[in-house]
Every structure is written in C-alpha cells, then in structure tokens.
C-alpha cells in the first residue's frame, strides 16, 4: 500500500520526515508492531482490575466500589480468579479478548517516581531513563528502540505535539489524533477580530463569543491531559489508527488518551470512568480488528502516569495515587492472565498508607516485550531502558 492512499484513512495531512539510515536490525522481528497508548490523567486502574476478593476495597470505596460479580448482574464484575474482577465495561469489548489470551493484565505497575506531578509522572515515563543521573528531555525510550532497531521502518506519533517518548535522534512525524477541536480561530486571530469590532455594535458579542469558546477549550481539553482527545475520540479514529500500523512503512506508534484525573464523581460500575473505560476499550477492540492478519505481530501496551488513591474522597473521586495496572494486548500474547509481582490488600499493604504500591516496574515490563518482541540483547535493552529490571511475564 502506498503512504498516501493510507494516510487518507485519518482524513488530514501531515509532514512525513524522513527516517535516518540505522543499525541493523535482526530479520526475522522486523514485522513486528508496537503500538504504545499513553492514558494521561492517571486513570483508576482499582477500578478496571478490582479486588472483589478484598472485603478492604469495599469498606475504603463505599461510593464508587464496582460490584462483587453477580451472576446475571451486567453491572457487577467479570470474575477473572484469585479475587480478582474485570469491570463490566470491557464485557463486550475485550473480555473475547482475555479469554483468547490475548490480553494480559500487570496490578501494581508503575514507575519509581513519587511526585503525584501529572507533569513530572508523564515525563519521567516518556524518558524511559530511570532515576539515576540527570533527566535527558531530548531523549525518550521509543527513539532510543528505534536507534538500536533500525533498518527501513520507522515511527508515527498520533499527538498534538511529538511526545517526549519519541524525542531524539531519528526524526519522527506526529500527526493529531482529532476529529475537530472547540477553538475555530487562534488567540491571535481572535484579537484581530475582536480589535475590528470593538466600539461597534456586535464588539461585545464578538467578545462574549470568543470568551465563551475559550472557558469550552479549558473545560474540554484539562491540563493533565496535554490536549490529548478523549477516550471517545479515541474509539472514533481507531479504524484509521489500524490503517495506518497495518503498513509495512510504520512499526512503532504512540497515541494518547486524555480525560482520567478523576477527583470528583468518578462512579463505579457506571458514570464518568465507567464510560471512558467504554469507550477506551472498544477503540482497543476495533483496533486488533481493524489490524486483521497483522495483529498477530501487533503488541500494545496501556499505561498511565501513575494510579489513584485506594480509598475515596470526600467528593466521591479519587486522587493522585502510585501504583496501577498495565494492560499488554496482543495477536500472539500467552494472555488471559494477571501477571506480575502482587500482595494481598490491606491498610498495611498500601504505599504511604493510601495507594497502591509499585511493585512491577513499568520499563521491566517494557523490556520484558521488547525483548520478546524484537530480539534485543540485554546490551540492547539498556541502551533503550538503562537499568530497568529484568521480569519474565511469560506473555511475550
């Protein structure tokens, strides 16, 4: 296929920069995919992988606990084993998934950095670097594996701005994962327009118009996100998303998804995460079909900044926890499985008395598929991830 007819999927141009000659690759991992979808915001991942078995979930979420499976209850939890449940949105979207062991779940996962900082969390992720030494920002894991790589295939950041993951010395396009923003002029337009106006009759409804178009760009597009589309906008453009990785062209793509800071009315089983989980996981879904005979060479990997607060708040949300749950997907995954180090959950199993702690260090995973995947050598994997640990998942 050629560039421009499955660029056309996405319905919008973008600038194609070219990919510099590497380090040759080994052959026989060179069509393998990866796709990379960050959830900025921190998303509850107590909520998409709950311990039903814990009679402390409860007692600590007596508002927005999702249900002890119930059996024909389409509003209680996927029983998965080991006290453990699926929320009910995935039902229809990646449960066929899980039970073809094609999702694997990783509880108490994340990174060593403390800060509950959207900001700091995210990029520390991006970078890939560990916490010694000073942060390099013009270096993120993604360039790095495409460094060591190489050969013809290259990148594509579906963002707003290239993400700090794909910072570095290949040169990497990144084209906006949107159907349409709220904002029709810039800032400086809008000065222009309403310095044409002003004094006249329609000035202050130009004014008004204008101010009104930026509280909805505030309001829609939340800090913590990075201007990143939702989790609906998400669902929307995955058949697009699928037409591009199916190219030879592309072996690596980063995306993400915005709207998880969850601090008022998080719901349970429905409500505000309830539907982006929803709608998340059915982009998941369309994704791995719309990939067709190529999703059994596609891994994707969900992750989030950090996880939220066990117990609730005072306005029904969660705040800024620590540990979480990664989701791996994947055509060839040895999946249906919740792996990784884990512990029974209890007041004195949580991290400074209120989150999950980091047991599963997120670049261990990484370099568990990485691995796995492309055929690196461990000399490989720390240029790419420098001193991540090494974790045998099994599911690569």
Same mark, same amino acid.
């Given at each position: 296929m050629r560039r421009r007819k499955f660029l056309q999927g996405l319905g919008t141009s973008m600038l194609a920069l070219p990919v510099a000659r590497l380090w040759a690759a080994p052959a026989d991992t060179s069509g393998q995919k990866l796709l990379v979808v960050m959830l900025r915001g921190a998303y509850d991942g107590l909520s998409l992988l709950l311990p039903h078995g814990s009679s $402390?979930?409860?007692?600590?979420? =007596?508002?927005? +606990?999702?249900?002890?499976? %119930?059996?024909?209850?389409?509003?209680? %939890?996927? !029983?998965?084993? +080991?006290?453990?449940?699926?929320?009910?949105? #995935?039902?229809?979207?990646? #449960?066929?998934?899980?039970?073809?062991?094609? @999702? %694997? @779940?990783?509880? $108490?996962?994340?990174?060593?950095?403390?800060?509950?900082?959207? $900001?700091?969390?995210?990029?520390?992720?991006?970078?890939?670097?560990?916490? %010694?030494?000073?942060? !390099?920002?013009?270096?993120?894991?993604?360039?790095?594996? @495409?460094?060591? #790589?190489?050969?013809?295939?290259?990148? @594509?950041? $579906?963002?707003?701005?290239? +993400?700090?993951?794909?910072?570095?010395?290949?040169?990497?396009?990144?084209?906006?994962?949107?159907?349409?923003?709220?904002?029709?002029?810039? =800032?400086?337009?809008?000065?222009?327009?309403?310095?044409?106006?002003?004094?006249?009759?329609?000035?202050?409804?130009?004014?008004?118009?204008? !101010?009104?178009?930026?509280?909805?760009?505030?309001?829609l597009e939340p800090q913590a996100g990075r201007g990143a589309r939702g989790a609906r906008g998400f669902e929307q453009m995955a058949p697009a998303l699928a037409t591009v990785l199916r190219d030879d062209h592309y072996q690596i793509g980063f995306v993400d998804v915005g709207g998880w800071d969850t601090h008022i009315n998080q719901g349970g089983a429905s409500g505000n995460l309830a539907q982006n989980l929803s709608n998340l996981s059915a982009g998941l879904a369309a994704l791995a079909a719309g990939m067709g005979a190529r999703w059994r060479d596609t891994t994707v990997v969900v992750l989030s900044e950090f996880g939220r607060t066990f117990r609730e708040n005072g306005t029904r949300g969660t705040d800024h926890g620590h540990g979480n749950t990664l989701w791996v997907l994947g055509g060839s995954l040895t999946g249906g499985r919740i792996v990784g180090r884990q512990v029974e959950l209890n007041a004195g199993a949580l991290y400074q008395q209120r989150d999950l702690p980091v047991l599963n260090d997120y670049r261990g995973v990484l370099a568990h598929l990485f691995q796995r995947r492309f055929g690196l050598s461990r000399a490989q994997l720390e240029r790419v991830l420098p001193g991540a640990p090494a974790l045998d998942l099994q599911i690569a």
């Open positions: $402390f979930y409860y007692e600590s979420r =007596p508002n927005i +606990a999702v249900p002890r499976p %119930a059996a024909g209850d389409p509003n209680s %939890a996927i !029983d998965l084993g +080991a006290g453990y449940g699926l929320h009910p949105a #995935l039902r229809g979207s990646l #449960l066929p998934l899980w039970r073809s062991g094609q @999702l %694997a @779940l990783v509880p $108490f996962c994340g990174s060593e950095d403390t800060s509950r900082s959207h $900001f700091e969390a995210q990029d520390r992720m991006e970078m890939g670097q560990g916490a %010694a030494g000073r942060p !390099d920002y013009g270096s993120g894991y993604l360039n790095r594996l @495409l460094e060591v #790589l190489g050969g013809p295939t290259g990148a @594509l950041c $579906f963002t707003s701005s290239l +993400a700090l993951s794909l910072k570095g010395s290949i040169p990497v396009p990144n084209q906006p994962l949107q159907l349409g923003g709220v904002r029709t002029v810039d =800032p400086h337009q809008a000065s222009a327009i309403e310095a044409m106006y002003k004094g006249r009759n329609l000035g202050p409804m130009v004014e008004e118009g204008f !101010d009104t178009q930026n509280r909805l760009a505030q309001e």
